[in-house]
């Protein structure tokens, strides 16, 4: 398998880098500058920006590939060319989309890839749906041979997965209060990087996923309480404080939170795995959240440049719940 991916040198694009040189695919990634994460032996380099189709064309060659991914589509002006770019040259194109394109409210749960999509207010999502519109077009219109896949929230060890962050470890090792919006008791879900990798790669030269759109979760339901707790556990805190405040006047206080919490973290996200189950027979999830934290903070906590703490988020936090 000769395998395309555009730009997979992030988060998640690595993890199936590496998945897919288990698997014994040949791989060549291509990114705008020079590798975020050392690429694994073996995987061929090309140097493009992925929105620019000339650019990406001339670094191609023309060169033909059993599957391209692209891992960096955000508005349709990133994919409108890869129709005709890669009709012919490629047996699979893979957009990389998200589970936040589902309508909120959620009309029924669990999520299924058939639930409606609709996110008129939240332009990440309502820019991903229209790159999954015209790319759907393509297919049906001249058969691009396009599989759209949808992760949800997806951490690794580089990633403290809650709005506030590192900010969040710190208050809590301070014995200072954490604000979790709304009760803590909607439901969510994670996953690991290398488990999305695990029902990404699978799916690559499948036949039955030409036309299809899968949710790639891993399955994990947590409360956004239990994810504290576990963030919590992780960093050795024994007895930490969760004050809660509705996702509506955290918005207020915290514009740069006002639309993910509305448009996504507020609403319970449960999901049905039958379809990637069906198409990745044998499909299971490898790393339960309270692994995948704990190499997070052992992470974090060999690298302190990497522990930012928000200021200005520390003190809306420390007025929210009656600090000091
Ligand atoms: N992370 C999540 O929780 C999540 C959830 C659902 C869906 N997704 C989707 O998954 C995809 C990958 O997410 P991620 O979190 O792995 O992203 P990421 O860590 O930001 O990685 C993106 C990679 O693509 C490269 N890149 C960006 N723009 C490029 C361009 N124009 N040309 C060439 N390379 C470019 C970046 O390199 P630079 O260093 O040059 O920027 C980086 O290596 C995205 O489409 C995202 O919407 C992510």
């Known amino acids: 398998m000769r395998v395309l991916f555009l730009g997979g040198a992030g988060m998640i694009g690595s993890a199936a880098v590496v998945e897919a040189v288990r698997r014994g695919m040949d791989i060549t990634v291509v990114t ?22 000339a650019a990406l064309a001339g670094v191609l060659g023309g060169e033909e590939f059993d599957a391209v991914v692209n891992w960096v589509g955000f508005t349709p002006d990133d994919v409108r060319d890869h129709p005709a770019l890669f009709t012919g040259s490629a047996g699979q194109y893979v957009f990389v989309s998200t589970c936040s394109v589902y309508a909120r409210p959620v009309s029924q749960l669990p999520i299924t890839e058939s639930s409606p999509r609709s996110q008129p207010d939240f332009p990440y999502a309502r820019d991903k749906i229209a790159c999954e519109l015209l790319l759907e077009e393509a297919y049906r219109s ?83 309480d239990q994810i504290h707790l576990a963030l919590a556990v992780a960093a050795g805190v024994r007895r930490p404080v969760f004050k809660h405040a509705a996702s509506e006047e955290l918005g207020k206080q915290l514009p740069g939170w006002r639309d993910v919490l509305e448009h996504d973290f507020r609403h319970s996200m449960l999901f049905d795995t039958t379809k990637l189950r069906r198409l990745v027979p044998g499909f299971a999830p490898q790393v339960p ?30 007025r929210w719940s009656g600090w000091g």
Do not use: C
């Open 32 to 53: 705008r500058g020079e590798p975020r994460r050392r690429l694994a032996p073996g995987v061929s380099a090309l140097r493009a920006d992925v929105r620019d189709a």
């Open 142 to 224: 001249h058969g691009f041979p396009l599989t759209i896949v949808r992760p949800f929230h997806t951490y690794d060890r580089t990633v403290i997965p809650v709005l506030a962050g590192w900010t969040a470890i710190d208050r809590m090792r301070r014995g200072k209060p954490v604000v979790v919006h709304g009760d803590g008791t909607s439901l969510w879900s994670l996953t690991h990087s290398s488990d999305v990798a695990r029902a990404l790669v699978p799916l690559l030269g499948n036949a039955h996923a030409l036309g299809e759109s899968i949710n790639l979760v891993s399955g994990d339901v947590l409360s956004w």
């Open 289 to 318: 959240f309270s692994e995948g934290i704990r190499e997070a903070l052992a992470h974090f906590d060999a690298h302190p440049q990497l522990q930012a703490v928000d200021a200005a988020l520390d003190l809306v936090m420390d």
